[in-house]
């Protein structure tokens, strides 16, 4: 073969063109997984235009884990109907992969604006913000939940029922009606910020915001102020309260140091 009449590459030309090392292509053609095309007269392994496709093929079933075996079973003797089955399965796997990565850039994405919003947060200053409608998803409401390990049943049940894994930003909702009884430790149900198909509006409006600094246990004791906060500004509660825990075990060792933001619906 003239390698003047044929655009070709030597080993290093081709890794480059996938950002390889060269080591790669003299591994695989160790095993006969991808071979040169042959060799140049001054003894030098190159590669052909055509064999382009073919790596890239290879090195996109590799990312995915594909063993090794069966791609050179395929090579060894390739068709239209290998290929088109090869192609269908791998596309169901790179489905799952990118719902994987899409998780994962949610969660990332959480964290980032979640530490943002900390660091501009007033502790201890009740603001009033009129916020934008938003999509949430709610457990079933369950008005009995009084206690910490009842709230860690629910956070299992619901991740279940969600197909939600890890850390999912999980809150609690805590009734209107509870809130003026002054039963501020009862939870009614759990809320996660997730827009799908069984998301619910969170209606848009006045809120007033507390950003609270202090364990789990703490937060039913700054209830009293925010009310009175609210009654002092000539405003009323008009629905339930959000608590979200913007900082927990993941990002503190001592439960002082943990951070529950609460949205309460005012008029």
Known sequence: ?????????????????????????????????????????????????????????????????????????????????????????QLLKVEEEIKKLQEIHWLLSKIKYTSEEIDKAAFGEVLIEELSEEPLIYSESNPGITSNEEWTYEYEVFLEQTGLKGIAYIGSVIAKEDIMEGRFSKVDRLFTRIENPNSVLKSAGLYAILYHKGSYDSIPEVYPFILNQINNRGFRVSGNAFEEYLVDSMAANNEDDFITKISLAIE
């Open 1 to 89: 073969m003239n390698r003047e009449h044929l655009k070709t590459f030597y080993t290093g030309e081709f890794a480059k063109q996938f950002g390889i090392k060269k080591d790669t292509l003299l591994y695989y053609d160790k095993i006969e997984l991808f071979q040169p095309a042959g060799i140049s007269d001054n003894g030098y392994r190159f590669y052909t235009m055509q064999q382009l496709d073919t790596f890239w093929a290879i090195q996109s079933l590799r990312a995915l884990n594909f063993p090794i075996k069966e791609l050179k079973n395929y090579f060894s003797s390739p068709s239209t109907e290998k290929l088109s089955k090869l192609a269908e399965d």
